[in-house]
């Protein structure tokens, strides 16, 4: 485990979760031994990544102590593609 105390998710694309991609569901694996685990939300618009903690939230599977609403992340996908 390395010493590790809290760890992140991969970037999940708001959007996508709502729409229920399985590679987004994938993305909120967590490992046994991980202690505290958040979940990067990525968007560009706040409703959405809001929908997409409430999501997470009411999910038996996902268990997240916190979220990182991501609103200015600068990759394409989300500056360009509008994801």
């Known amino acids: 485990d390395f010493g590790m105390e809290v760890s992140l998710s991969e970037m999940v694309?708001?959007?996508?979760l709502l729409r229920g991609s399985p590679?987004?569901?994938a993305r909120l694996r967590r490992?046994?031994?991980?202690?505290?685990?958040?979940?990067?939300?990525?968007?560009?618009g706040v409703?959405?990544?809001?929908?997409?903690i409430r999501?997470?939230?009411?999910s038996s599977s996902a268990t997240v102590q916190f979220c990182d609403l991501n609103c200015g992340c600068p990759i394409y996908?989300?500056?360009r593609r509008g994801l």
């Open 47 to 52: 409703t959405e990544g809001l929908e997409a």
């Open 77 to 79: 996908d989300v500056t």
């Open 13 to 16: 694309y708001a959007r996508s």
């Open 23 to 25: 590679v987004e569901q």
């Open 31 to 44: 490992w046994e031994g991980e202690q505290i685990f958040g979940v990067q939300i990525a968007t560009n």
């Open 55 to 58: 999501k997470l939230q009411e």
